[in-house]
């Protein structure tokens, strides 16, 4: 694949790693949480991907479609992407450890790994363009207005023209909290907002999620596509 190459190891190096003290604290909160909890008992652990896979299929992309899964930890969507035959991937994350992860569980043949912050992007601004950005469970602990405004402007200049967008987050029924930290939770008329009229609103729908707990995640799931 063409897009340069942040390997995981390289956490600490010059392309990983940052001068600001907030994103080193939250790469290392992100990381802590993958090293203490096996991924099957994290809190937003999926065993039913079909919201986001019917997403996908509505979007009808070409196998060889350049997909992004933005903040995509280690989530087992990547191997189920795979599996439909989809080898033109990307997954971010600011958590090296997650995407070491899902590394040792699919290799790395199909897929290009970044370890990069979705707030204040380095590696992720020399990407090509792509067909299709999927950000499950990331944009809302995006919580100031500069925060969310890189993370637009980003997904703005990423996503091609025609290309579609899922994003997937706590509605305002949700958690004000994931993981410790605060989380900003959306309605698909604020998402509609903040994405701009050069996106059209193909599809939205309520989902409640269940943790491996047992507790319930209400999140509002919406399909995108850029004009
Ligand atoms: C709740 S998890 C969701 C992971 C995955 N999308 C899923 O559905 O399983 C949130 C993910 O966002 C990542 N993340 C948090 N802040 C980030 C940032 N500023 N830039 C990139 N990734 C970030 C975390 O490391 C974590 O993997």
Redesign the pocket.
């Known amino acids: 694949m063409s897009e340069e190459f942040c390997d995981i190891n390289d956490k600490g190096k010059s392309c990983c790693s940052s001068s600001e003290k907030k994103d080193i604290d939250?790469a290392e909160h992100?990381d802590k949480t993958y090293l203490k909890s096996p991924e099957e008992k994290l809190g937003?652990y999926?065993t039913d991907l079909a919201p986001t896979l019917n997403l996908v299929a509505k979007a009808n992309l070409k196998k060889s479609a350049k997909i992004l899964i933005a903040?995509?930890?280690s989530?087992n969507l990547v191997d189920s992407l795979i599996d439909s035959g989809y080898d033109q991937l990307l997954a971010?994350?600011?958590?090296a450890v997650?995407l070491k992860n899902l590394e040792s569980r699919i290799g790395h043949e199909k897929i290009v790994f970044l370890v990069?912050?979705?707030?204040k992007p380095s590696h992720l601004l020399d990407i090509n363009p792509v067909d299709l950005w999927i950000d499950?469970?990331?944009l809302h602990?995006f919580i100031t207005n500069e925060e969310q405004g890189v993370y637009f402007d980003l997904l703005n200049k990423k996503v091609k023209s025609q290309g579609y967008v899922i994003l997937a987050e706590f509605n305002l029924n949700g958690a004000t909290k994931?993981?410790g930290l605060p989380v900003h939770r959306y309605s698909k008329e604020m998402l509609q907002e903040k994405m701009g009229p050069e996106f059209k609103l193909v599809e939205s729908f309520d989902y409640n999620y269940v943790m491996p707990s047992g507790e319930q995640r209400p999140y509002i799931y919406t399909l995108f596509k850029k004009q």
């Open positions: 939250l992100w937003w999926e903040g995509a930890g989530t971010s994350d600011i958590s997650a990069d912050d979705l707030t499950r469970a990331v602990f994931c993981s």
